[in-house]
């Protein structure tokens, strides 16, 4: 099976296309690391996109945005963790557009 992934991450990186692909793995990455460095009611909040080098979230209220601010190293860590070459360097936190419960 080694060999495919090779074959897979030489294709990637031949196209042009792997640092997108690991950034792209970033936003599937966010609810795990947000949940291990933030806590169950991380999942209000969800990654929306990728802006080079920083994951773009929505959060429910300016109260997440702060937290996500305070604990970006360790959320940025925990991404690379889960999503090795994903280069996130930087969280952008957004309102969250929808219709907030409580």
């Not at 702060?66 to 963790?81: C, F, G, N, P, Q």
Request: cysteine-free; overall charge positive.
């Amino acid at each position: 099976m080694r060999p495919v992934s090779r074959a897979l991450d030489r294709l990637l990186r031949g196209l042009g296309i792997a640092t997108d692909v690991a950034r792209a793995s970033a936003i599937d990455a966010w609810p795990a690391a947000a949940a291990a460095v933030l806590g169950a009611d991380a999942a209000g909040t969800r990654a929306i996109g990728v802006d080079g080098a920083t994951i773009v979230v929505a959060v429910p209220t300016p109260a997440w945005a702060s937290e996500i601010r305070l604990r970006s190293a360790e959320l940025v860590a925990r991404i690379e963790t889960l999503a090795p070459g994903s280069g996130i360097r930087a969280i952008r936190s957004i309102p969250s557009s929808r219709s907030r419960s409580s």
